[in-house]
């Protein structure tokens, strides 16, 4: 039961092709670069584009710092919002790009909108990609760091908690509301309405928006929801947080980095028996 995340690979592409040909000192060697549609430029010493006219410049306002911001439309707004999604959600902004390499992505990313492509592009994704491994590596050890030291501190403070519950397998959970049915076997499906969120409160997946509880056969769930979901009646919610040994463990599954703590919210709903194996 994983909802995959928005695929890293699209804001990976943008991020690679442009990232590419930034370079920090001017010193440094400079790639000349030729649109499909177009002469050959440098991103060094290109022309900026033409401003806009007056009459064609949307409206601003100073900001708090005597800034102009921008005034968007609504729908203008919600793609600024989606911009801001991509970036975020796919943590590019931890890589702390300097300002030319900024604008170098941002230059990758406006070519791609236009529908135009970085003529020879394919010779240089070796380095890109080496840049890319270079560049994440010291980002992924931290955020490894920062989840590791967020999980003892989840765990420690449940430790304390009257009303939460430890197992001897070391699953964590409220039960919330028991529930007046009965309860489900190790062979039962449990119809649920459920959120699973990691420590950082990333929700990587959900029934909302499936239409009504979702089926899960206890059998097939990872060790601390099967557990978990074995404490609670038709009806109930219960709570679970499960350490990585109960979850995926060591190893990353669908997006959900390895060595992750997860918390589930259940509702059950009903419980019925699987059937049997063969369909018969």
């Known amino acids: 039961m994983v909802q995959k995340s928005i695929s890293l690979l699209i804001i990976f592409f943008m991020a690679t092709v442009a990232v590419a040909f930034a370079q920090e000192e001017d010193s440094a060697p400079k790639i000349?670069?030729?649109?499909a549609d177009q002469g050959e430029e440098n991103l060094e010493t290109a022309a900026p584009a033409a401003e806009p006219s007056a009459a064609e410049q949307p409206a601003a306002q100073p900001t708090e710092e005597g800034k102009p911001r921008?005034?968007?439309?609504?729908?203008?707004g919600l793609f600024a919002i989606y911009g801001w999604f991509l970036v975020h959600r796919n943590k590019v902004d931890l890589l702390e790009l300097t300002e030319k390499e900024r604008l170098a992505f941002l230059s990758g990313v406006n070519t791609a909108l236009a529908k135009r492509e970085i003529t020879g592009?394919?010779?240089h994704m070796p380095a890109v990609q080496k840049l890319m491994d270079d560049r994440w590596q010291p980002v992924y050890e931290q955020m490894q760091r920062d989840r590791k030291a967020a999980t003892v501190d989840l765990f420690t403070e449940l430790a304390n908690k009257e009303e939460v519950k430890k197992t001897a397998t070391g699953l964590y959970y409220q039960l919330v509301s028991e529930g007046t049915g009965k309860f489900p076997t190790?062979?039962?499906?449990v119809h649920?309405?459920?959120v699973a969120r990691l420590v950082d409160g990333t929700v990587f997946e959900t029934s909302d928006g499936r239409g009504g509880p979702v089926p899960l056969v206890l059998a097939t769930m990872v060790a601390g929801v099967r557990e978990g979901l074995l404490l609670v009646r038709e009806g109930g919610i219960i709570k679970l947080w499960l350490p990585a040994s109960l979850g995926f463990g060591s190893e990353e599954?669908?997006?959900?980095?390895?060595?992750s703590a997860l918390l589930f919210d259940f509702e059950v709903h009903e419980v019925t028996e699987a059937p049997p194996q063969g369909g018969q």
Do not use: H
């Open 253 to 259: 599954q669908n997006g959900i980095p390895a060595d």
């Open 186 to 189: 190790p062979e039962s499906v």
């Open 70 to 76: 921008v005034q968007y439309t609504e729908e203008e």
């Open 192 to 194: 649920v309405e459920f």
């Open 121 to 123: 592009w394919e010779q």
């Open 32 to 35: 000349s670069i030729s649109f």
